[in-house]
């Protein structure tokens, strides 16, 4: 079984929280290149997407290896350096740990990875978000693989129609369900609505049990009880043949739905799918961004990145992304542009409130 493994950190941008210099990424990249001379790696692509660095990579030493969480560490490690020469933003921001032990989930960085038996053509979308959390990917995770006006391959293809499992994570509770789709579906739906506790980790065949998409779920306020910046995460999905094919992979997208993390972690905006060269949010820290990068694989190489969102067809999605987030912003400071206050728990509104303990009097 070959592994897919993106492991992103945001460990500096520039200016502010944009975008990641090219000198972080030429430091990942010399860590990664040494990994694949030595074998532990057999292939790997670096990308960016607003102030995140990503590296996707493959070998063959299954999910959660040491070595290779250890080595993505220390790429992530060499980029901070580079950060810190040139007094980048935010330098070695999303490393909330000091040392190394094993395992780099719970350290900051996001992870998404995934164990495949290649099949005879194996193509796979790499979704890379900034300016958000992880439960971003539950709505075009539910209208990929759970929503037949979104694909119609449960309907009318066989390999696909008998439905899927989603594996649904509570970030607060720290605890997992499975459901099935179609005959859960409406269970599934109370929860992943809610987007900032449930969220959907993976995917999976309903009989042979193959993943067919697999999410980062860390978070990064639950991980260091303050607000830090945003999870910004991934997500790994397969298309064709059993799967969604690629185009029903992507049309979710073509709908900028409302996600939170513009702004200081603290704002809903539109999820905006550009092209790699424009994955740089700059109005209001944002929008937030998605891309797509699209892959096939080949005996654990990669055969791409396609800059899938860099097509037409998804400008007026972009448009509209637009035209919601001058929508949203003129609500100032007020919900529902600002999050929730239980959402804003990790942000200043905590320091606000304390500051104001003593000037409120009983009614
Ligand atoms: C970063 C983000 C930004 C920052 C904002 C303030 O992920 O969303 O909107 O929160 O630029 O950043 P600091 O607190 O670093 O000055
Ligand atoms: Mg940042
Ligand atoms: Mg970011």
């Given at each position: 079984m070959v592994t897919i493994s993106v492991i992103k950190a945001d460990v500096g941008g520039y200016p502010g929280h944009h975008s990641v210099h090219p000198d972080l990424i030429k430091a990942a990249d010399q860590v990664l290149r040494g990994a694949k001379e030595n074998g532990l790696l057999t292939d790997f692509r670096i990308l960016a997407c607003g102030d995140d660095l990503q590296l996707l990579m493959t070998h063959w030493k299954g999910c959660d290896n040491s070595e290779v969480h250890g080595m993505a560490w220390e790429a992530f490690l060499r980029a901070t350096d580079a950060a810190k020469n040139l007094k980048l933003?935010?330098?070695?921001?999303?490393?909330?740990?000091?040392?190394?032990?094993?395992?780099?989930?719970?350290?900051?960085p996001g992870i998404a990875e995934m164990d495949i038996e290649e099949r005879p053509s194996e193509p796979i979308v790499v979704f890379m978000a900034d300016?958000?959390?992880?439960?971003?990917?539950n709505f075009p995770l539910y209208k990929m693989f759970a929503d037949p006006f979104n694909t119609p391959g449960l309907v009318i293809a066989p390999g696909v129609h008998m439905g899927f499992e989603f594996e649904v994570y509570d970030l607060f509770e720290k605890k997992k369900v499975v459901f099935k789709t179609p005959e859960d579906s409406y269970d599934l739906l109370a929860l992943i609505g809610a987007s900032e506790r449930y969220v959907v980790k993976r995917i999976r065949t309903?009989?042979?049990?193959?993943?067919a998409a697999v999410t980062s779920t860390e978070s990064l306020h639950l991980i260091a009880g303050k607000y830090v910046g945003k999870d910004d995460p991934v997500a790994i999905v397969r298309s064709q043949?059993?799967?969604?094919?690629l185009g029903e992979v992507l049309e979710p997208f073509s709908f900028p739905f409302l996600v939170k993390g513009w702004m200081r972690g603290s704002h809903h905006g539109p999820f905006m799918p550009t092209s790699f060269e424009q994955a740089h949010p700059s109005r209001f820290d944002g929008p937030p961004r998605v891309i797509a990068a699209g892959f096939q694989m080949n005996n654990g190489y990669f055969v791409g990145p396609v800059d899938l969102f860099k097509d037409p067809s998804f400008d007026r999605a972009r448009q509209k992304a637009n035209e919601v987030a001058d929508y949203m912003r003129?609500?100032?400071?007020?919900?529902p542009h600002r999050l929730g206050m239980s959402e804003m728990e990790y942000t200043t509104i905590p320091a606000v409130l304390d500051k104001l303990k003593d000037k409120f009097v009983p009614i």
């Open positions: 933003y935010g330098a070695g921001q999303d490393l909330l740990s000091d040392t190394f032990s094993g395992n780099i989930r719970g350290m900051g300016k958000t959390e992880s439960g971003a990917w309903k009989d042979s049990k193959k993943v043949h059993e799967f969604p094919a003129r609500h100032g400071t007020f919900e």
